[in-house]
């Protein structure tokens, strides 16, 4: 079993940054794909950015596209969400999330492929 905990979320401005970072403990952390949502209030939880177990191949969703970029460092255990360019709708709880990856370089885009989710942090973004 993995755990997720994850930190770098806040308050900040529109226009301003903020990196998320998703540290993982448990099992070897490059035997997973990880995966991005966030759920804003009175929303579905939607999907933010993918990334495959090696780093290798990545996709990012069309509200993000050019401004977030996940990443991964498989020797500390972590992965993270660079974010640029924050808009006030881009304000949501931020999860992180993993899912089992042997082989492949595919990226999971649906929640329901994920094994494992972290707590989630608020992220809010003033105009």
């Known amino acids: 079993q993995v755990q997720l905990v994850e930190s770098g979320g806040g308050l900040v401005q529109a226009g301003g940054s903020l990196r998320r970072s998703c540290a993982a403990s448990?099992?070897?952390?490059?035997?997973?794909?990880m995966g991005w949502f966030r759920q804003a209030p009175g929303k579905e939880r939607e999907f933010v950015a993918a990334?495959?177990?090696?780093?290798?191949?990545?996709f990012h969703g069309m509200a993000v596209q050019g401004r977030f970029t996940i990443s991964r460092d498989n020797a500390k255990n972590t992965g993270y969400l660079q974010m640029n360019g924050l808009e006030p709708e881009d304000t949501a709880v931020y999860y992180c999330?993993?899912?089992?990856?042997?082989?492949?370089?595919?990226?999971?885009?649906?929640?329901?492929?994920?094994?494992?989710w972290g707590q989630g942090t608020q992220v809010t973004v003033s105009s």
């Open positions: 990334i495959s177990w090696s780093g290798g191949n990545t």
């Open positions: 448990g099992r070897t952390f490059s035997d997973y794909a």
């Open positions: 999330a993993a899912k089992a990856q042997l082989y492949g370089e595919r990226v999971y885009r649906e929640r329901s492929e994920y094994d494992y």
